[in-house]
């Protein structure tokens, strides 16, 4: 990807520090006062000045080469995640692989939500060969269980929550790759951490209907990847 280096992008998101608190980096637990305990491959020549700095709006302080050293460890897409409060700089994407997502109403209601129809949505992501984004690149992934069919009342609520899906889908924060929880199995596609209720008339595997926190969950868990009720708006 070409543009800013991960040191600009680390750069835009801080605030000089002049004299560092006598606490310890929580990235690489050593002293702030000190040098960064990374002991990666160099991150290019720091000034004493800069050897600190403090995100803009949460205010944690870091080493600013163990910030360089967790971005590099990301999907690089130009966003930082504080790691102890978890506040988003820029726009978090995700590494989902490509596929599809539809949705459609169908004339039924869920249990829970008798005065509504139901939105369901349709995933579709085929198997692949991992890019960079992904745990082990160039390896192939599979892809179990789709098309993977989801469902949302078709209420006010469920359609913001529908709304929010489909920017968290264009970010690619849906799904990613990995190990799968339930079957073990790894370089597969997997739910990332958004839950989706995969059960229409029954909940065998907890992952049905009826729920009440169901919405509310899954809008915390969205605003947790930085997607809010602002975004349904704009996209
Ligand atoms: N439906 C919805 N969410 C699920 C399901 C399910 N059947 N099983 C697990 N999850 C949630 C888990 O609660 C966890 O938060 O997905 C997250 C990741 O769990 P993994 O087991 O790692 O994910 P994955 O392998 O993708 O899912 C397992 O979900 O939709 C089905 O066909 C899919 O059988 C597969 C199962
Ligand atoms: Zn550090």
Redesign the pocket.
């Known amino acids: 990807r070409k543009g800013k280096t991960p040191e600009e992008v680390v750069k835009k998101y801080l605030q000089k520090v002049k004299s560092p608190p006598e606490e310890d980096c929580t990235i690489c637990m050593e002293p702030l006062v000190g040098p960064s305990g990374y002991k990666g491959p160099a991150v290019g020549p720091i000034s004493r000045a800069d050897s600190v700095g403090r995100l803009a709006q949460c205010g944690h302080q870091y080493h600013f080469q163990c910030l360089v050293a967790m971005y590099n460890n990301g999907n690089k897409d130009g966003s930082l995640q504080c790691p102890t409060c978890k506040t988003i700089y820029g726009v978090k994407t995700g590494n989902q692989p490509a596929g599809k997502m539809e949705y459609h109403i169908i004339p039924h209601s869920l249990p829970g939500h008798p005065d509504c129809k139901t939105i369901r949505i349709i995933y579709n992501i085929p198997p692949g060969i991992q890019g960079p984004e992904h745990p082990n690149p160039g390896k192939p992934f599979t892809a179990?269980?789709f098309p993977?069919h989801c469902y949302l009342p078709d209420s006010e609520r469920g359609r913001k929550v529908l709304r929010l899906l489909l920017v968290a889908w264009d970010r690619r924060l849906i799904f990613s790759v990995g190990t799968?929880?339930?079957?073990g199995e790894s370089d597969?596609?997997?739910?990332n951490e958004v839950?989706?209720k995969?059960e229409f008339g029954s909940n065998l595997?907890g992952?049905g209907f009826p729920d009440p926190g169901h919405l509310d969950n899954v809008l915390e868990e969205l605003r947790v990847q930085g997607i809010t009720e602002d975004d349904g708006l704009t996209e």
Request: charged content about 10%; aromatic content about 6%.
């Open positions: 179990r269980g993977r799968s929880s339930t079957t597969t596609v997997i739910w839950h989706h995969t595997t992952h």
